[in-house]
C-alpha cells in the first residue's frame, strides 16, 4: 500500500471480492492509526501453495503500510478442521502433525510477510481456546443460535442429503471468531470459502462490546486443472517450494482462460499490460503464458532461475529435447514390473498409483507406450528413457 489512500483502496480492490464494509476501512485507514490485521491459518496439511499467498500479498501490503499482521496459527481448531467447502466432517490430527504441519507453514508464510516482529505477530490459538472452562465455552455458545448455523450453504446441504454434521463442527466457526477478539482484530483476511467464519468474529466482536472487524474476502485461486480450487489434496496445486522447473512448467500446464485470474491474483503486473498480455493480436498466449511463470518464479527464486526453468521447458518441450539434467537410475534386477519401477524412481508414490499412470497411458519407457499395468521390462545395458507425464523423465540401466 502506498501513503494515498485512494491509491491504497485501489490496490486492495484489485484482489479483493467484496469487503465488509469499505466505508468503515475507508475511515480507520483515514485514521492513521495502526491497525492489527488477522490472518488464520489452520495446519492441516504440510506447506502452503499459491492459492494462500492471495491473502499473504495482501497482509503484506498492510505491513508495508505501517500496519501490524498477526498471523494465527490454528493449532487448536485444526483439531476439528474447518468444514467451509466440505460435504463431510474432516479426519482429526494428532499433536505432532499439526506441530510439523504449522512450522512448514511459518517458515514458507516468511517467504512473502515481513517477518520483523513490530510488523508481524505470531500467534498459535491453543494459547486461549485451550484454557477455557466449560462454563466458558457455554457463554460462548449463548451468543450464536442454530439456526445462524444452519445458514452455512454445505450445513444446509448436508442436512438435506442426510449426511452427518459432527456437533463440534458447530463451534469451529465461533472458534475462530474468538480469536478475533481475544486479539482485537482491526480487520480480517479470508478467502470466499471463509466469508460465514470472518462474519461470525466480526458478529462476536460486536455482542462482546468491541468494534467490529472489517472482513476483506478474496477469491479462490482455481488449481491447475482449471475447475477446482487449488488444493493439496487434488494435486492441482503449485508448491512455494517446487523447483524452479516444477513451478514454471506447471504454471505452463494451466488453461489459457485462467491467466487473467493468476496475472490478477499473483503478480504486481498493471492491469493495462495484463491486457495487452491477454489481447491474442498483440501477444500469443504462449508468450504470456511464459511472463506469468517467469514473474512467478523470479518472486520464490530469483531471475536468472525464471529464465533457465523458460529456457528449459522450451527446449523441451517445444523442440522435444531431453532436460539437460537427465538423471540415469541403474537397477540391480534384469526384470521388473514397469509400476514397481516408476515407483522405484520416485516418480509415482506406490505401485498402486504407478499402474493408474501406466492404465491413463501417462507412462512411456523407450519407444513402447504400454497401458497394461502388469507389464514387466527388461533392464537394458544400455541407458533407456523412462517418461511419466509431461515433466518426469530419466534414464534407467541394468547396473
Same mark, same amino acid.
Given at each position: 500500500?502506498?501513503?494515498?489512500?485512494?491509491?491504497?483502496?485501489?490496490?486492495?480492490?484489485?484482489?479483493?471480492?467484496?469487503?465488509?464494509?469499505?466505508?468503515?476501512?475507508?475511515?480507520?485507514?483515514?485514521?492513521?492509526?495502526?491497525?492489527?490485521?488477522?490472518?488464520?491459518?489452520?495446519?492441516?496439511?504440510?506447506?502452503?501453495?499459491?492459492?494462500?499467498?492471495?491473502?499473504?500479498?495482501?497482509?503484506?501490503?498492510?505491513?508495508?503500510?505501517?500496519?501490524?499482521?498477526?498471523?494465527?496459527?490454528?493449532?487448536?481448531?485444526?483439531?476439528?478442521?474447518?468444514?467451509?467447502?466440505?460435504?463431510?466432517?474432516?479426519?482429526?490430527?494428532?499433536?505432532?502433525?499439526?506441530?510439523?504441519?504449522?512450522?512448514?507453514?511459518?517458515?514458507?508464510?516468511?517467504?512473502?510477510?515481513?517477518?520483523?516482529?513490530?510488523?508481524?505477530?505470531?500467534?498459535?490459538?491453543?494459547?486461549?481456546?485451550?484454557?477455557?472452562?466449560?462454563?466458558?465455552?457455554?457463554?460462548?455458545?449463548?451468543?450464536?443460535?442454530?439456526?445462524?448455523?444452519?445458514?452455512?450453504?454445505?450445513?444446509?446441504?448436508?442436512?438435506?442429503?442426510? *449426511?452427518?454434521?459432527?456437533?463440534?463442527?458447530?463451534?469451529?466457526?465461533?472458534?475462530?471468531?474468538?480469536?478475533?477478539?481475544?486479539?482485537?482484530?482491526?480487520?480480517?483476511?479470508?478467502?470466499?470459502?471463509?466469508?460465514?467464519?470472518?462474519?461470525?468474529?466480526?458478529?462476536?466482536?460486536?455482542?462482546?462490546?468491541?468494534? *467490529?472487524?472489517?472482513?476483506?474476502?478474496?477469491?479462490?485461486?482455481?488449481?491447475?486443472?482449471?475447475?477446482?480450487?487449488?488444493?493439496?489434496?487434488?494435486?492441482?496445486?503449485?508448491?512455494?517450494?517446487?523447483?524452479?522447473?516444477?513451478?514454471?512448467?506447471?504454471?505452463?500446464?494451466?488453461?489459457?482462460?485462467?491467466?487473467?485470474?493468476?496475472?490478477?491474483?499473483?503478480?504486481?503486473?498493471?492491469?493495462?499490460?495484463?491486457?495487452?498480455?491477454?489481447?491474442?493480436?498483440?501477444?500469443?498466449?504462449?508468450?504470456?503464458?511464459?511472463?506469468?511463470?517467469?514473474?512467478?518464479?523470479?518472486?520464490?527464486?530469483?531471475?536468472?532461475?525464471?529464465?533457465?526453468?523458460?529456457?528449459?521447458?522450451?527446449?523441451?518441450?517445444?523442440?522435444?529435447?531431453?532436460?539437460?539434467?537427465?538423471?540415469?537410475?541403474?537397477? @540391480?534386477?534384469?526384470?521388473?514390473?514397469?509400476?514397481?519401477?516408476? @515407483?522405484?524412481?520416485?516418480?509415482?508414490?506406490?505401485?498402486?498409483?504407478?499402474?493408474?499412470?501406466?492404465?491413463?497411458?501417462?507412462?512411456?519407457?523407450?519407444?513402447?507406450?504400454?497401458?497394461?499395468?502388469?507389464?514387466?521390462?527388461?533392464?537394458?545395458?544400455?541407458?533407456?528413457?523412462? *517418461?511419466?507425464?509431461? *515433466?518426469?523423465?530419466?534414464?534407467?540401466?541394468?547396473?
Amino acid at each position: 500500500m502506498t501513503s494515498d489512500l485512494s491509491e491504497q483502496l485501489s490496490l486492495l480492490k484489485r484482489t479483493s471480492e467484496a469487503i465488509y464494509s469499505e466505508d468503515e476501512l475507508t475511515e480507520r485507514l483515514k485514521s492513521g492509526k495502526p491497525l492489527r490485521v488477522k490472518y488464520g491459518m489452520d495446519p492441516t496439511a504440510p506447506d502452503i501453495h499459491l492459492g494462500h499467498t492471495v491473502q499473504l500479498r495482501l497482509l503484506r501490503q498492510f505491513q508495508d503500510a505501517g500496519h501490524t499482521v498477526v498471523l494465527i496459527i490454528g493449532d487448536y481448531t485444526a483439531k476439528i478442521g474447518d468444514p467451509s467447502g466440505r460435504d463431510t466432517t474432516r479426519p482429526i490430527l494428532d499433536d505432532e502433525t499439526i506441530a510439523t504441519n504449522a512450522q512448514t507453514y511459518l517458515d514458507q508464510a516468511g517467504l512473502i510477510l515481513d517477518t520483523n516482529p513490530a510488523k508481524l505477530k505470531v500467534r498459535k490459538n491453543s494459547e486461549w481456546l485451550s484454557k477455557l472452562s466449560f462454563a466458558d465455552v457455554l457463554r460462548l455458545t449463548g451468543q450464536i443460535t442454530v439456526q445462524q448455523m444452519l445458514q452455512r450453504e454445505n450445513f444446509k446441504k448436508r442436512v438435506e442429503a442426510g *449426511r452427518e454434521i459432527v456437533l463440534n463442527e458447530f463451534l469451529y466457526p465461533l472458534m475462530q471468531a474468538y480469536d478475533s477478539v481475544v486479539i482485537e482484530a482491526d480487520i480480517e483476511f479470508g478467502g470466499n470459502d471463509q466469508t460465514f467464519n470472518c462474519l461470525m468474529g466480526r458478529d462476536l466482536q460486536g455482542k462482546m462490546g468491541q468494534p *467490529r472487524q472489517i472482513v476483506i474476502i478474496t477469491p479462490i485461486l482455481v488449481g491447475l486443472d482449471g475447475t477446482e480450487k487449488m488444493s493439496k489434496s487434488k494435486g492441482n496445486y503449485v508448491g512455494l517450494t517446487d523447483t524452479p522447473d516444477d513451478m514454471y512448467g506447471k504454471v505452463m500446464s494451466i488453461p489459457d482462460d485462467l491467466m487473467r485470474n493468476y496475472f490478477t491474483l499473483l503478480t504486481p503486473i498493471p492491469d493495462e499490460r495484463v491486457n495487452s498480455l491477454l489481447d491474442t493480436n498483440a501477444t500469443h498466449p504462449r508468450d504470456a503464458k511464459d511472463t506469468l511463470a517467469k514473474v512467478i518464479v523470479e518472486e520464490f527464486h530469483d531471475l536468472d532461475s525464471a529464465n533457465n526453468a523458460s529456457a528449459e521447458f522450451r527446449r523441451r518441450f517445444a523442440e522435444n529435447q531431453l532436460p539437460t539434467d537427465l538423471e540415469t537410475h541403474a537397477i @540391480s534386477e534384469e526384470e521388473m514390473l514397469l509400476a514397481k519401477l516408476i @515407483s522405484h524412481v520416485g516418480f509415482a508414490s506406490s505401485n498402486g498409483e504407478a499402474r493408474r499412470l501406466i492404465q491413463q497411458g501417462a507412462v512411456s519407457y523407450g519407444e513402447d507406450k504400454p497401458k497394461d499395468p502388469t507389464t514387466v521390462v527388461t533392464l537394458p545395458t544400455e541407458p533407456v528413457v523412462l *517418461r511419466v507425464g509431461k *515433466r518426469r523423465v530419466c534414464q534407467v540401466v541394468k547396473g
